[in-house]
Structure formats: C-alpha cells, structure tokens
C-alpha cells in the first residue's frame, strides 16, 4: 500500500474551521507516503516508489515541513503475519528509506503515532459495512476465504485516517488505490456534514506514470514482494552475483539479427523491460545488438545503480541506535501535526 499525497493545508484541519481558499494557496506542498513492510523490497520499489520519494523531496524546498514518508506497519496485519518477520521487516525499511537518501527528518512509523488508529476508530464510526464491502480489494483477498482478520475489511478506514491527519490538497495515486481515496473523500465529506467542518477533502490527482518494472521471468506480470517468483524478482539488497545471475536468465524471445535489441511492450515484453530498467539505472544499450550483451549491460547497469544502497544499507545497519533516534524523532514531528486533527475530530464528535 503507498499513499502518496500533496498536501497544502498544514494547518487547515488543526482548526474545525476550514480555511479561507486563498489561505491554502499560499501554503507549500507536501507529501505523504507510506509503505507497508511486507515481503523483501525489489527493484520495482526502488525506481517506481523510492526513488520518486527521495527526487520529490529533493525537489521541495523545505522537506522535513513538507514530506511525510512512513512505515506502514499497522497495514501489515490484515493478513496472519509472525510478529518477529514483522519487525525485520519494519527494520529493513526504516533502514533502506534511509540508505535510498531520503531525509532522516522525512521519515515515521505510523505504529508510533497513535492518532492513525485513534481516528480510524472515530472514522469507523462514520463508514457504513455497505461501502467496507464494495472495496475491490477486500472483495479480492477475501475471495474464497471462510474468515479473514477484521482489519482486512476495515483497513480502507485506516488508510483515510493516514490521509486525513496530514490534510492533503491532493493525493495522487493509481488506478489500484483510487477506490480508497474516493473513500476517504466520502468519509471526510459525511463527517464535515455530520459533525462540523474538521476535514480537507482530498482531491484525486493522476501522477506522473512511473517506472513499472515488469518480473524477469514473466514480463507480462509486475516485479511484486509478494507473489513472484524469486527468480524473476531482483531484491534490492541481492548481492552482484545473484543480480548477475537473475538477469541472465531473465526472459527474451526468439528474434535474432541487428534490429533484435528493441522496445516492443507488446511483441517484446522480455526485451522491453530490460531496456527500461537499464534506461532507468542510467545505462545505455547503445551498440548492444545481442541479448546476451544487453544481459550483461543491464546487469552492470543495476548493480553499479544498487551497490551505493547497498554500502549506505549497511553502514545504516551497523548503528541502529542512530536509526532508533531517527524515527523517535520522526514520531514526534508526525504526532505534532497529527494530534491536532484528531483533537478536532475528537470533539466534534462529542467525546
Ligand atoms: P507494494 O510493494 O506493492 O506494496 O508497492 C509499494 C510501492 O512500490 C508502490 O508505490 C508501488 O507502485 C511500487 N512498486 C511495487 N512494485 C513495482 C514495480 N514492479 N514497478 C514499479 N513500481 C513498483
């Protein structure tokens, strides 16, 4: 699950009033992401949701005001999840979030600030079952299955509280998340008009298309955490050889001659998506007319592209009282501009 959202109303919803328009015009934007720490991170994380994280960052000019990016572990219990895999891979994030470049200042767990699951019980509150069922991915995952967690159904409701606590002007997301949004826009919509204005109605915006990196051995299907095979999937922290050897045997097609070395989505998928992440990691094909050579190009051109990470990762890795401190900080900037919005919320409410 990632949020990621715009928002220029620092301040709008620590009122119950809603500002004057102008008034959130002249507020900068920020960012909100989250992601959820389930599965090992893969390549696909990297350039279509880490990357893009640390160049919006880079580009705003005050990001510790402006970007929020979190650790979506409470999401990660909707499905049976083992508490001690849990926390390695909450580990693993906080540290790969850091070693990617994004800003110590950016970063916070949504477990350490209660107000995410504070407001999501008032916003469970305001949600009716009858919408909770319609949600596509409910209706997915629970397909077939007898009992599902609780959380599974009620988790759009989370994800709205994520949202509203950082009352963004806009969230930009895909296709995959657009039914929540369009949730958390009801849900801000009917708690305004029940219980006073305390809300940002968030619009929905369509982001830039990113990187979209496709599995190596089934270029047809997206390079996921979860649900790939291990050897279509490059994970961000595999070591040279093992990247060496998963591109190696990624898969092609049988055209040879010069021209064979070409961008087709469609007739080519294989070769295509080799050509978009050496493109994405810097790298050139020119003058590569094999596939054999586009494999070893592409190969470099992904371990010179992690090996940084990697270095960053590991020294990370060696001093975790520095990453603890970063996300006790991290917590505390969070909750600052969380726990004013469900005050407000709280006492519109009547509590
Ligand atoms: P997920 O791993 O599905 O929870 O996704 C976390 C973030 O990584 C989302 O922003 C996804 O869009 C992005 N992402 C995941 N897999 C890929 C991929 N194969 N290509 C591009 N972006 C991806």
Redesign the pocket.
Same mark, same amino acid.
């Given at each position: 699950? /990632?949020t +990621?959202a715009t928002t220029g109303a620092a301040t709008a919803a620590t009122t119950a009033a809603r500002p004057a328009p102008g008034a959130l015009a002249a507020v900068p934007d920020r960012r909100l992401s989250l +992601? =959820?720490p /389930?599965?090992r #991170?893969?390549l696909?994380?990297y #350039?279509?949701?880490?990357r893009p994280m640390v160049a919006a960052q880079d580009a705003l000019p005050d990001p510790s005001a402006q970007c929020f990016y979190g650790i979506a572990d409470l999401h990660a219990l909707t499905v049976e999840h083992s508490p001690e895999e849990l926390r390695s891979r909450s580990l693993e994030l906080a540290l790969t979030l850091l070693a990617v470049g994004l800003e110590p200042s950016t970063l916070f767990v949504q477990s350490h600030v209660p107000a995410h699951r504070q407001l999501s019980y008032l916003l469970e509150c305001v949600a009716s079952t009858g919408e909770l069922n319609r949600m596509i991915q409910f209706k997915e995952k629970g397909r077939g299955v007898d009992s599902t967690r609780t959380s599974l159904f009620t988790y759009p409701v989370l994800m709205a509280a994520d949202i509203l606590l950082y009352s963004p002007r806009q969230v930009p997301v895909?296709e995959d998340q657009r039914q929540h949004v369009e949730l958390t826009r009801d849900l801000a919509l009917r708690f305004n008009r029940t219980y006073g204005e305390v809300f940002v109605v968030p619009e929905i915006a369509t982001p830039a298309a990113?990187?979209?990196?496709?599995a190596l051995d089934d270029p047809t299907r =997206?390079?996921? =955490?979860t649900g790939s095979q291990e050897a279509g999937t490059i994970h961000l922290l595999d070591d040279p050889d093992t990247i060496v050897r998963k591109v190696s045997r990624a898969v092609t097609d049988s055209e040879t001659g010069p021209d064979a070395v070409r961008r087709d989505r469609d007739a080519k998928p294989g070769v295509t998506n080799l050509l978009e992440i050496l493109a994405a990691c810097g790298g050139s094909a020119a003058g590569v007319t094999t596939y054999g050579a586009l494999k070893r190009t592409v190969a470099d051109a992904v371990v010179a592209e992690l090996e940084p990470v990697q270095a960053r990762y590991r020294a990370l890795a060696a001093d975790l009282t520095h990453v603890s401190a970063v996300y006790a900080e991290g917590a505390a900037r969070a909750r600052a501009v969380s726990e004013p919005v469900l005050a407000a919320a709280t006492a519109a409410m009547g509590l």
């Amino acid at each position: 699950m /990632t949020t +990621l959202a715009t928002t220029g109303a620092a301040t709008a919803a620590t009122t119950a009033a809603r500002p004057a328009p102008g008034a959130l015009a002249a507020v900068p934007d920020r960012r909100l992401s989250l +992601l =959820k720490p /389930t599965g090992r #991170l893969t390549l696909g994380n990297y #350039l279509g949701a880490l990357r893009p994280m640390v160049a919006a960052q880079d580009a705003l000019p005050d990001p510790s005001a402006q970007c929020f990016y979190g650790i979506a572990d409470l999401h990660a219990l909707t499905v049976e999840h083992s508490p001690e895999e849990l926390r390695s891979r909450s580990l693993e994030l906080a540290l790969t979030l850091l070693a990617v470049g994004l800003e110590p200042s950016t970063l916070f767990v949504q477990s350490h600030v209660p107000a995410h699951r504070q407001l999501s019980y008032l916003l469970e509150c305001v949600a009716s079952t009858g919408e909770l069922n319609r949600m596509i991915q409910f209706k997915e995952k629970g397909r077939g299955v007898d009992s599902t967690r609780t959380s599974l159904f009620t988790y759009p409701v989370l994800m709205a509280a994520d949202i509203l606590l950082y009352s963004p002007r806009q969230v930009p997301v895909g296709e995959d998340q657009r039914q929540h949004v369009e949730l958390t826009r009801d849900l801000a919509l009917r708690f305004n008009r029940t219980y006073g204005e305390v809300f940002v109605v968030p619009e929905i915006a369509t982001p830039a298309a990113g990187a979209r990196v496709m599995a190596l051995d089934d270029p047809t299907r =997206k390079m996921g =955490k979860t649900g790939s095979q291990e050897a279509g999937t490059i994970h961000l922290l595999d070591d040279p050889d093992t990247i060496v050897r998963k591109v190696s045997r990624a898969v092609t097609d049988s055209e040879t001659g010069p021209d064979a070395v070409r961008r087709d989505r469609d007739a080519k998928p294989g070769v295509t998506n080799l050509l978009e992440i050496l493109a994405a990691c810097g790298g050139s094909a020119a003058g590569v007319t094999t596939y054999g050579a586009l494999k070893r190009t592409v190969a470099d051109a992904v371990v010179a592209e992690l090996e940084p990470v990697q270095a960053r990762y590991r020294a990370l890795a060696a001093d975790l009282t520095h990453v603890s401190a970063v996300y006790a900080e991290g917590a505390a900037r969070a909750r600052a501009v969380s726990e004013p919005v469900l005050a407000a919320a709280t006492a519109a409410m009547g509590l």
